[in-house]
T-cell receptor, first 115, second 111 residues
Framework: GAGVSQTPSNKVTEKGKYVELRCDPISGHTALYWYRQSLGQGPEFLIYFQGTGAADDSGLPNDRFFAVRPEGSVSTLKIQRTERGDSAVYLC?????????????FGEGSRLTVL | DQQVKQNSPSLSVQEGRISILNCDYTNSMFDYFLWYKKYPAEGPTFLISISSIKDKNEDGRFTVFLNKSAKHLSLHIVPSQPGDSAVYFCAASASGNQFYFGTGTSLTVIP
């Protein structure tokens, strides 16, 4: 596609449930990022992939969060045993390489609400 | 620990005047800086960037200034237009990997 695509756009779930959020980056972009944005805050880094491997996962808040990118394209962010504090907009971005000289292209986000 | 700070949550400017959005950072290793613009219910869109080897970068109505000694950057929009009304985020990275974002400044351009 022309841009970064994220599905679902909205997800409402109950506390304790498992959630998967999908990101389809711009074709050919090797770098993929997941961010989380809470109300009134800026995007908070979660994890960064270069190709298939997670180059930096230092932003994942705890072991309930996990992300994969098995073929170096589509990525899935997985959240186990969701908590109300996980409610946020989850943003995915891709870029053509390392950030220096290449900006991030963001999707529209997946809004997660945990009841 | 907020490494990138935007201390003004909101700014209102008259159409045609200059808008100045400010950003401060704490990490001296940051060497690449970007500004993003965000409309409601959309993802952030890239606006302009600057690397640490420069102190100014201009693109049309948008100019970014970098003061490395003060660890400060600013975005100037002139002349401001109503369509510029949005939330503006600055972001910084060291060696182009993880990007740190500020909390954003909501700009309102009054017609």
């Amino acid at each position: 596609g022309a841009g970064v695509s994220q599905t679902p756009s909205n997800k409402v779930t109950e506390k304790g449930k498992y959630v998967e959020l999908r990101c389809d980056p711009i074709s050919g972009h090797t770098a993929l990022y997941w961010y989380r944005q809470s109300l009134g805050q800026g995007p908070e880094f979660l994890i960064y992939f270069q190709g298939t491997g997670a180059a930096d996962d230092s932003g994942l808040p705890n072991d309930r969060f996990f992300a994969v990118r098995p073929e170096g394209s589509v990525s899935t962010l997985k959240i186990q045993r969701t908590e109300r504090g996980d409610s946020a907009v989850y943003l995915c971005a891709s870029s053509s390489g390392t950030g220096d000289g290449g900006e991030l292209f963001f999707g529209e986000g997946s809004r997660l609400t945990v009841l | 620990d907020q490494q990138v700070k935007q201390n003004s949550p909101s700014l209102s400017v008259q159409e045609g005047r200059i808008s100045i959005l400010n950003c401060d950072y704490t990490n001296s290793m940051f060497d690449y800086f970007l500004w993003y613009k965000k409309y409601p219910a959309e993802g952030p869109t890239f606006l302009i960037s600057i690397s640490s080897i420069k102190d100014k970068n201009e693109d049309g109505r948008f100019t970014v200034f970098l003061n490395k000694s003060a660890k400060h950057l600013s975005l100037h929009i002139v002349p401001s237009q109503p369509g510029d009304s949005a939330v503006y985020f600055c972001a910084a990275s060291a060696s182009g990997n993880q990007f740190y974002f500020g909390t954003g400044t909501s700009l309102t351009v009054i017609p």
